[in-house]
């Protein structure tokens, strides 16, 4: 009996994400989809919901039982929200655990590294200055990729030249880089009162869609992050041991750290183009799934993608009923949850560092 | 052939040179034990093999440039002991010891049977089948040792560079994980090169021992031409009765200098 969980155990060291979690993930993601799709002022009902997605797959011969109204509100209103609400938090999760492979502290999640600051920053200026334009919401991926990207720079310089690389003092490099760049925000805001309602509402995180635009623009650029996350699961094991133990196993780390983080603040600067600052994601999914699944990466990226979204998607339910009709920015929601579970892990870490 | 072949090989670290000029030819299936105080340049030297700090001059890890070599094939042929090896406290062993695996594993692949299967034989050469799903916290130092050993037989280099190996373990835990390696030794067709503080033990396990002080070499030969009361006054500063037994093999007993002990007395 012991025996054979022990060669069970083995086998999915070996072979990274069991059978059995990628049910649960597939299942736990597929559960907060359809509660997402089905809570609404308009109630559509979740068999009702099944039978309308089956009724596009072909050759199963499935008639939908909504009307065209609500099939629009659907395919046109809800889905759309849904299903970006699960990538956003997909990616925030996952890009969570990169940065806390990449840094060995189980602190770093894009909110605290300077990274959505960074992004928060380059998308306020866009919508700021370049609101006008047309591409204002293609640009913002891009303005919040160059911002993120000196974010997590900057946080990592600091975090270094003040202390080595212990949890603490990369945290508070990037706290306080995170402060400096959320003024500099505040102040392009108050300077163009135009649109800070928009930016606004936008920093406090909203799932705001018109049609699948918002999941088209987000697709591509998650998908490439999301490649080399999984790709660099092992890699990221390996760096468990410190820089100069993974090069003598034959890891070249500055090229995998590079793709890595690389990767994570991509996913990180869409994701806060697109719904604005969503705190706390990054951290408590990765952390959670380590406490049941396993601290692999191997294990803890892919869950995180489909933990993350799941996660993300009953936040947003959170957020569109308890003030219902009004909307309570799902920031609020992840912060209010994150927050406590936050204090509770800096109990339980080892603040000493790697 | 040799494993490892120095030839006139200088490091410099932030512009201090810690190794000078140092030539060194270990011949396959050798045990040679670097010693010399803190300072010499012991680790150093390791790490230079390794490839993991930048040299002058020549070093040849089966008649390859390691320098030339790419990281990962440098890690099929060298798999590297540290002193004080990154222990995350929350990984098994066995998931640790597959961490040797990680230069026969392609960049896109992950580990298979194969890789898993060296593991646990790595795990049974050291007696350590019975930690496979132990967490690495949850060690005593020996368990530990042997569990970082096994990664490095993992790895199935040829070539094992061990610093300091039984620093922190008890006299009994030393002996163990260095009689390990001796058996490893007899087994296969393994090279070590070592950094060794203790010199008794230095000059029990190793065949031939190389000393070195501020990053020269001073001697190298038979443990019993190396390790002389006259050597170890001189670069250790320290006070040594060497004793030789035709059985028992040489033993280096620290004395308690003379002056001070009467000071104390007195």
Redesign the interface.
Known sequence: MIASS?AR???T????LSLGWAVIGALVLGGALLVGFAVGPVDLGVGAIVREILSHVPFLGVKSPLDDTEQAIFWQLRAPRVVLGALVGAMLASAGAGYQGVFRNPLADPYLLGAAAGAGLGATLVIAYANDSGASRELRPLAAFVGATAGVAAAYAIGRSVGGRTTASLILAGVTVASFLTAVQTFVQQRNTDTVQQVYAWILGQLETSGWREVAIALPYMAVSWAVLL?HG??L??L???D??A??????VSRVRLLVLGAATLGTAVAVALSGLIAFVGIIVPHAI?LVAG??Y?VVMPLSIMFGGAFLVLADVLARTVTSPAELPIGVVTAFFGAPFFALLLRTT?VAG? | MTSVALERMSVSLDGVRVVSELSLDVEPGQWVGLIGPNGAGKTTVLRAVAGLVEYEGRLDVFHDEVAALSRREVARRIALVPQNPVIPPDMTVLEYVLLGRTPHVSYLGSPGDGDLGACRSALGRLDAAHLADRRLGSLSGGERQRAVLARAIAQEAPLVLLDEPTTALDVGAQQQVLELVAGLRANGNLTVLSAMHDLTVAGQYADRLVLLDGGREIASGQPAEVLTETLIARHYGASVLVVSDPEAGIAVVPLRPRLEAEEHVG
């Open positions: 022990r155990r083995g086998l060291a070996a072979a990274g790709v092992r890699l094991d390996v468990a041991v410190g100069e133990e090069a003598s196993l034959g890891v070249s380590r601290t692999s191997r080892r790697p």
